[in-house]
Nanobody, 125 residues
Framework: QVQLVESGGGLVQAGGSLRLSCTAS????????MGWFRQAPGKEREFVAA????????DYLDSVKGRFTISRDNAKNTAYLRMNSLKPEDTAVYYC??????????????????WGTGTQVTVSS
């Protein structure tokens, strides 16, 4: 079993930055791929970014490429999502998730076995 806890959300003006953190406990973190998803009110859950177990492979939603960076520190059991140049349309609850298929980066939220409870990101215009 894996427990995930997100932190770092908040209110920021358009153009600002935030860094989300996701700390894992339980199963060996370094064997897991990690993903970030988001869900805005009235919308479906959306893939944002993923990173494989080693950090050697990443994937991003097109609309966040060049603005967001996913990374991980296996020694700290933590994954990160650095978000720059934030836009009002980035407003959502952001969730981190862990995939037991550690070598891959997958976009389908059904592929992820473990989820955090989410952190709110609000970008004002």
């Amino acid at each position: 079993q894996v427990q995930l806890v997100e932190s770092g959300g908040g209110l920021v003006q358009a153009g600002g930055s935030l860094r989300l953190s996701c700390t894992a406990s339980g199963r060996t973190f370094s064997r897991l791929a990690m993903g970030w998803f988001r869900q805005a009110p009235g919308k479906e859950r959306e893939f944002v970014a993923a990173i494989n177990w080693s950090g050697g492979s990443t994937d991003y939603l097109d609309s966040v490429k060049g603005r967001f960076t996913i990374s991980r520190d296996n020694a700290k059991n933590t994954a990160y999502l650095r978000m720059n140049s934030l836009k009002p349309e980035d407003t959502a609850v952001y969730y981190c998730a862990a995939d037991r298929v550690g070598w891959n980066t997958r976009r389908d939220w059904n592929s992820y076995a473990y989820w955090g409870t989410g952190t709110q990101v609000t970008v004002s215009s």
